[in-house]
């Protein structure tokens, strides 16, 4: 990412700015797709987000983690959004159809059937709404406590116990999967 940020910064590399974003952008969007709800809206936000941040692309080494600084600025700008939309349709979350969930990548997501897969999407669409944010941003995302906690200004011990609920949740909806075959 420092590389990619670097070429972004020093040399206007164009092709390094369309890498970082597609790293970048799906976690992004699946973040702003929690506060608006709506895939359209949040797939603009975090294109503005993308455009902004082209634009004040010489001035990237004063950001001290552009990671958060991306979160937050969706999160500015998906709140916005919701002030600004005169036909803004309020959803319920829990059935909200989010495209499809990532995990962690490597041999273990390889093993994964398809009926396991679907089942810990489901049980994440179960849980609470900002249990399952708190853990898509932690677990998914690969941020910290600290940052998630500043994303959202909440403490700490609040992502923590968010992720202690949710991680109970999750155990007991895919205790089937859990136990040892017997």
């Known amino acids: 990412m420092k ?5 972004i910064q020093f040399h206007d590399d164009q092709q390094a700015f369309k890498a970082f974003y597609q790293q970048q952008m799906f976690p992004l969007y699946q973040f ?17 987000v993308f455009v902004r941040l082209w634009q004040r692309r010489n001035t990237l080494h004063e950001i001290e983690n552009i990671k958060v600084y991306l979160y937050v600025a969706v999160k500015h700008a998906a709140l916005n959004q919701q002030r600004s939309a005169t036909t803004f349709t309020e959803a319920d979350l829990d059935n909200l159809q989010v495209p499809q969930i990532r995990f962690c990548a490597g041999a273990e997501q390889l093993l994964l ?34 940052e998630v906690a500043g994303i959202l200004n909440i403490s700490p011990k609040t992502v923590d116990a968010q992720l202690i609920i949710a991680l109970k949740k999750l155990t007991t909806s895919l205790q089937h999967y859990l136990l040892p075959q017997g």
């Open 32 to 48: 702003a797709l929690a506060f608006l709800k709506q895939h359209q809206p949040a797939e603009e936000v975090v294109n503005d």
């Open 113 to 146: 059937t398809h009926e396991l897969q679907s089942a810990i999407a489901a049980a994440v669409r179960q849980l609470p709404p900002k249990c399952r944010l708190i853990f898509k941003l932690v677990k998914e995302d690969g941020l910290s406590y600290k």
């Open 3 to 7: 590389e990619l940020l670097y070429r």
